[in-house]
Structures are given as C-alpha cells and as structure tokens.
Antibody, heavy 118, light 111 residues
Framework: EVLLVESGGGLVQPGGSLRLSCAAS????????MAWVRQAPGQGLEWVAT????????EYVDSVKGRFTISRDNAKNFLFLQMDSLRAEDTAVFYC???????????WGQGTLVTVSS | FVMTQSPLSLPVTLGQPASISCRSS???????????LTWFQQRPGQSPRRLFY???NRDSGVPDRFSSSGSGSDFTLRISRVEAEDVGVYYC?????????FGQGTKLEIK
C-alpha cells in the first residue's frame, strides 16, 4: 500500500522553528517529485514547496522563501520541511504529497497541524 | 498567477447535475503540449483526493458520473447526478507554471 505519514507538527511561538517529517512507503520514493501543501484553518489549499527526485531542484511559494527548506533522504524514504522564523499566518495543516507530474498530486498524507501562537 | 473557481458555494438537490468552473489568468498549455490541470475533492474531515489529472484523465475509483473538460484557460468539472457522498470542497490546481496555484475551492452541499 502506498502511504505517506507526516509528523512533527505542534505549537510553536512566533519566530520559532519546527521540522516536519514525512515517511513514505509502498513505492519507489526516489523516482518521484514530492511536495508540501498546506491548509489554514477553514481555508483553501496552498502549495508550499516542491523537490526533485534527487533533491537537485527546490521550488517555493514566495511567502515562505528564505524561511522554509524542503529536503529529502532517499536512503530512508523521508521528506522534510524545515520551517524557521514562523509567523502566525503559517498556522495550518501541512500535507505531504507525491507529485507524479506537475501538480497531479496522487497520494496525500493525513496531515500534521502546525500552530504558531504565543 | 490566478485560478478562479465559480461558484464558491454550490447547493444542489440530490440526483440533480452540478457544474464547477475553473479559469486561469494565463493559458495552461505547457511547452510539452500537455495541459496540467488537476481536480481534487476534499470531503469533510478528510485529506484531499485527486479526481482528474491533465484535465480529463479520471482516477481509478472515481464514479463515471464525474467528468472534466476544457482547454487553454477554461475548465469545467461536472457531476451528472449528485449523490450524498459528493458533499465536500472541490479544488482545481494548475501545474503548468512553476508556482503551483490552487483555485479558491467550491463547496458543494445538498439542498
């Protein structure tokens, strides 16, 4: 079974940091682009970042550039999102997704909630 | 880059058809000739689920009462006869241009 399981969410103060992890199983992880998508409470979906199968290309939405870093460990089948200088507006459920081709996200994790608040 | 869905709220009677429009501010035809427009369904309390990719390719398990069409910058998701399990929010996503962009979402509810 193809699975993505996120972890690492929680409550963090403004200006703080958090690292999200996503464990992938049931498919050849190193063959796929991967991405993070977030959803603020009661709001729509927002693409956050994407990474090449080999980790050689990273793309970010403008609002997180310079603050978030996407990375992966193909040996252990993990995707990560390092989030620094967090702001209240970063509060959201973060989903790990598999990207077989330019946004055609075919597998989604269950999501992990990040709350930025003092 | 903007993706505009309409309507944002869609009350539908069971058994009746429903239609959701998704328009992009630029053409979604990629230089490789493909159009990277994807539709997702998010049922209450669940993660999103892909319905269609590259405009009209239906995912396995998606009932054939769902259809998707369009070209260039104008796309439509249709449900021929709405059932109770179709309640949720529907999103389009463009992947042609490097900054992936979702539509605002259309909330389908039963009248």
């Amino acid at each position: 079974e193809v699975l993505l399981v996120e972890s690492g969410g929680g409550l963090v103060q403004p200006g703080g940091s958090l690292r999200l992890s996503c464990a992938a199983s049931g498919f050849m992880f190193n063959n796929f682009w991967m991405a993070w998508v977030r959803q603020a409470p009661g709001q729509g979906l927002e693409w956050v970042a994407t990474i090449h199968p080999a980790g050689s290309v990273e793309e970010y939405v403008d609002s997180v550039k310079g603050r978030f870093t996407i990375s992966r460990d193909n040996a252990k089948n993990f995707l990560f999102l390092q989030m620094d200088s967090l702001r209240a507006e970063d509060t959201a459920v973060f989903y790990c997704v598999r990207d077989p081709a330019k946004g055609a996200y075919d597998v989604w994790g269950q999501g992990t909630l990040v709350t930025v608040s003092s | 880059f903007v993706m505009t869905q309409s309507p944002l709220s869609l009350p539908v009677t069971l058994g009746q058809p429903a239609s959701i429009s998704c328009r992009s501010s630029q053409s979604l035809v990629h230089s490789d000739g493909n159009t990277y427009l994807t539709w997702f369904q998010q049922r209450p309390g669940q993660s999103p689920r892909r319905l269609f990719y590259r405009v009209s390719n239906r995912d396995s398990g998606v009932p054939d009462r769902f259809s998707s069409s369009g070209s260039g910058s104008d796309f439509t998701l249709r449900i021929s006869r709405v059932e109770a399990e179709d309640v949720g929010v529907y999103y389009c996503l463009q992947g042609t241009h490097w900054q992936k962009t979702f539509g605002q979402g259309t909330k389908l509810e039963i009248k």
